[in-house]
């Protein structure tokens, strides 16, 4: 769990995980403020499980999964964000799940809010330069959230890093996650990455995670241009540097744009 300045909703991800069947939480704790460090610190006196290492800056997504993920000893890796919750038996059934399909295998849980309703992200389609075109002039075509839901884990090719079970060994083998995204784009980078070295990526819609979403005290601006940045970053890495100049005004487009409407 990678958390910089979430805010409340960050106590309640952690006791989901504690209350679960984990034998340990790694938190990268990327300078949360004061108050914050000392509950936690205060929490880990008391439970063993609970192990915090401090990066004292904000790193990024990808970078302090992969350094929470080398602290870690599990043979499974969790991936959760710091405002999800997991629910009761999580854990069992994602890792289980991984067993089934091969290796590197990527197996993502559905995300919901409060309501019970599934989000958007928990599944999703091939990010390509067609996919990509289509979502941001708003005419969908990347994400499968409003598909109906499959009664067992079904083959996808994109799921969520905001709660995302690999193996350490299908991890390593993939050498984690790619430290040039930032924020976002990098569980879609992960995902491509494991099916093209004949792995899978799964989608297990038995497991339903409570994800707050938008939690930290960054700017939603300044967060919007990590993702568009991320998604250049994507397509010059998997499309080359001809999708990546083509896309790269669409994106900065759609991120304008998103932002004059919100207010952002």
């Given at each position: 769990m990678v958390s910089y300045r979430t805010g409340p909703v960050l106590f309640d991800a952690v006791a989901s995980v504690l209350a679960s069947e984990a034998d340990e939480l790694v938190l990268v704790d990327h300078d949360n403020p004061p108050e914050t460090r000392t509950r936690m610190d205060e929490l880990a006196a008391i439970e063993p499980r609970l192990k915090i290492v401090r990066t004292n800056e904000n790193l990024g997504f990808s970078k302090g999964c992969n350094i929470g993920a080398r602290a870690a000893s599990?043979?499974?890796?969790?991936?959760?964000?710091?405002?999800?919750?997991?629910?009761?038996?999580?854990?069992?059934?994602?890792?289980?799940?991984?067993?089934?399909?091969?290796?590197?295998?990527?197996?993502?849980?559905?995300?919901?809010?409060?309501?019970?309703?599934?989000?958007?992200?928990?599944?999703?389609?091939?990010?390509?330069?067609?996919?990509?075109?289509?979502?941001?002039?708003?005419?969908?075509?990347?994400?499968?959230?409003?598909?109906?839901?499959?009664?067992?884990?079904?083959?996808?090719?994109?799921?969520?890093?905001?709660?995302?079970?690999?193996?350490?060994?299908?991890?390593?083998?993939?050498?984690?996650?790619?430290?040039?995204?930032?924020?976002?784009?990098?569980?879609?980078?992960?995902?491509?990455?494991?099916?093209?070295?004949?792995?899978?990526?799964?989608?297990e819609p038995r497991v339903s995670v409570t994800h707050a979403g938008a939690t930290s005290e960054v700017s939603s601006a300044q967060v919007e241009r990590w993702k568009a940045e991320s998604f250049v970053t994507y397509f010059r890495k998997h499309g080359g540097p001809l999708q990546a100049a083509l896309i790269a005004p669409l994106v900065h487009g759609a991120v304008g744009l998103r932002r004059v409407l919100t207010g952002g």
């Open positions: 599990g043979a499974c890796l969790l991936f959760l964000n710091p405002d999800a919750v997991l629910p009761e038996g999580a854990i069992a059934r994602l890792a289980e799940t991984a067993t089934a399909f091969p290796e590197p295998v990527v197996v993502g849980a559905r995300l919901v809010d409060e309501e019970g309703v599934e989000q958007r992200g928990g599944r999703r389609g091939a990010l390509t330069f067609l996919s990509a075109s289509r979502s941001f002039a708003g005419l969908g075509g990347f994400d499968r959230s409003r598909e109906p839901l499959p009664g067992t884990a079904v083959e996808v090719p994109t799921v969520s890093g905001a709660a995302m079970l690999m193996t350490r060994a299908g991890f390593q083998a993939l050498g984690g996650f790619d430290e040039d995204y930032f924020l976002h784009v990098e569980d879609i980078d992960l995902c491509a990455r494991a099916r093209k070295a004949g792995g899978a990526v799964v989608f």
